[in-house]
Antibody, heavy 122, light 111 residues
Framework: QVQLQESGPGLVKPSETLSLTCTVS????????WSWIRQPPGKELEWIGY???????NYNPSLMSRLTISVDTSKNQFSLKLSDVTAADTAVYYC????????????????WGRGTLVTVSS | QSALTQPASVSGSPGQSITISCTGT?????????VSWYQQHPGKAPKLMIY???NRPSGVSNRFSGSKSGNTASLTISGLQAEDEADYYC???????????FGGGTKLTVL
């Protein structure tokens, strides 16, 4: 079955760039929307942004100025880069697939990765 | 935008039924039938349990059901089992700056 796996450094220094990759295994990245979602300690989940397999993106306005989401269809991966991080960016970061494909899309996520904790600290 | 409001914790005994609420506004839960629920066991990926308020994905037990009244959605688990002990999150489409808003999560304890 299709699985998602986040990877990247678990510790990032303040003002540096947080970089994560989500690898899609067991299926194709094509025809889907792929999201990043995060959960700071003790707080609710927050949608970060999504990318369509063709490269179209939609970002959370609160993060837009620091955020880049990209896709590499040849590697079946999509990535997150968040620049100029602070302690407020400390969170568990999840990658997730929006339900639906090829013209119909639901407003929910049918597949998630296990998440990876990223701590911003010097 | 504000997060959806869920109780921090609920508990129940095996065999009992419990309900987890998820309260939003007319801009999200109350305005659209796009509420979803996710189950997460420690160290595991969140799992979709309910979508579009009351629909169950294939493979999800029919002990899980969803409903909505006004600005509040609910997840009901009947015939509680030990394996149901987990965190549960609700989410909704929202007419706001981002497409999705989430709840803070509810920890279900099976006594």
């Amino acid at each position: 079955q299709v699985q998602l796996q986040e990877s990247g450094p678990g510790l990032v220094k303040p003002s540096e760039t947080l970089s994560l990759t989500c690898t899609v295994s067991g299926g194709s990245i094509s025809s889907y929307y792929w999201s990043w979602i995060r959960q700071p300690p003790g707080k609710e989940l927050e949608w970060i942004g999504y990318i369509y397999y063709s490269g179209t993106t939609n970002y959370n306005p609160s993060l837009m100025s620091r955020l880049t989401i990209s896709v590499d269809t040849s590697k079946n991966q999509f990535s997150l880069k968040l620049s100029d991080v602070t302690a407020a960016d400390t969170a568990v970061y999840y990658c997730a697939r929006r339900a639906g494909s090829s013209g119909w899309y639901g407003w929910y996520f049918d597949l998630w990765g296990r998440g990876t904790l990223v701590t911003v600290s010097s | 935008q504000s997060a959806l409001t869920q109780p921090a914790s609920v508990s129940g005994s095996p065999g009992q039924s419990i309900t987890i609420s998820c309260t939003g506004t007319t801009s999200d839960v109350g305005g659209y039938n796009y509420v979803s629920w996710y189950q997460q066991h420690p160290g595991k990926a969140p799992k979709l349990m309910i979508y579009d308020v009351s629909n169950r994905p294939s493979g999800v037990s029919n002990r899980f059901s969803g409903s909505k009244s006004g600005n509040t959605a609910s997840l009901t688990i009947s015939g509680l089992q030990a394996e149901d002990e987990a965190d549960y999150y609700c989410s909704s489409y929202t007419l706001s700056t981002t497409p999705w808003v989430f709840g803070g999560g509810t920890k279900l304890t099976v006594l």
